[in-house]
């Protein structure tokens, strides 16, 4: 069944997308079967889970954090994981950097963008962005990579809204890259859409899909 969703998600994703396989509240049978196929990049949003689950699976999955982070939480992941999506304070990144030098490590990460009409989203707007790169805090932070950024639509099924919010990110990634990133080429990841919605993400120019649901089923939590 998963094995078969995969496939077909797949076949729809052009070759420069990479998919995060959405595996929260779901059991490690279920994601080992994704992994069987060859998935080997799977996102969490809670830290005990994704720690939980990088103890006791493989350890040749790449493991990203999209969910909200608390700062006091970071340090139980700073030892493994690949990329933190959902950067949305400077209190946050502060954290990050100083348990990713702890451990020796580079910390991948995006900032996250507030695009959606929803207050309960999380994010920067780009004032909070431009005002975070220029500060002389951000160029202490040397165990950080920004990588890209991240967004979450609004949950509609008005289409021309979400492409509109979408297309918002992009141009934010394009402003960001052209300003601050010219010369770091690792700067090129745009995290949108998810089950619902990464067909119109992709049109929209996203790399980076994040989807659950439509590999592993609905979640009952
Ligand atoms: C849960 C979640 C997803 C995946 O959602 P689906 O609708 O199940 O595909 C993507 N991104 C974030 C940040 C999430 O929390």
């Known amino acids: 069944m998963i094995r078969e969703r995969l496939k077909e998600i797949k076949s729809k994703l052009p070759e420069e997308v990479q998919l995060v396989a959405v595996s ?8 080992l079967e994704a992994y069987e196929v060859g998935q080997r990049l799977f996102g969490e949003n809670k830290v005990q889970e994704l720690v939980a ?7 040749d999955i790449e493991w990203h954090m999209i969910g909200h982070l608390q700062s006091n939480k970071v340090k139980y992941i700073a030892p493994f994981v690949n990329l933190i999506h959902g950067v949305d304070s400077f209190k946050l990144l502060k954290e990050i950097n100083k348990q ?6 580079t910390q991948k990460v995006l900032l996250q963008f507030h695009i ?3 207050e309960s989203k999380f994010g920067f707007d780009m004032e909070d962005v431009q005002d975070l790169l220029t500060s002389d805090d ?8 920004i990588v890209g950024v991240m967004g979450m639509a609004t949950f509609t099924s008005n289409t021309e809204q979400i492409q509109d919010e979408f297309r918002t990110l992009h141009n934010y990634f394009q402003v960001l890259k052209s300003h601050y990133f010219k010369f770091q080429p690792t700067f090129e990841v745009i995290s949108m859409g998810m089950s619902g919605d990464y067909e119109i993400a992709i049109e929209e120019g996203s790399n980076m899909v994040r989807i659950g649901s439509s590999i592993f089923g609905e979640r009952n939590l």
């Open 24 to 31: 929260k509240t779901k059991p490690n049978e279920l994601l």
């Open 138 to 145: 951000f160029l202490t932070f040397e165990n950080i990579e």
């Open 116 to 118: 959606a009409q929803e």
């Open 53 to 59: 689950k990088w103890e006791t699976l493989p350890k």
């Open 100 to 105: 990713a030098k702890k451990n020796e490590r």
